[in-house]
């Protein structure tokens, strides 16, 4: 085991960085608008009125 001084870990360049975070964002925009598909999905196979059903 190391004792964690060492750090001869995988460096990556700023444009190495960028790429990842643009890949995260655009991952996260998918997920965002499945949520958001499945959501509108959901409501419109159940029908308007589950909307103005009484509490």
Do not use: C
């Amino acid at each position: 085991m190391s004792d964690g001084g060492d750090d001869d870990g995988i460096r990556l360049t700023d444009r190495q960085k960028r790429n990842r975070r643009a890949r995260s964002l655009a991952i996260a925009a998918l997920l965002a608008v499945l949520v958001v598909l499945f959501y509108v999905i959901t409501i419109f196979k159940m029908g308007g009125a589950v909307v103005d059903r009484p509490l």
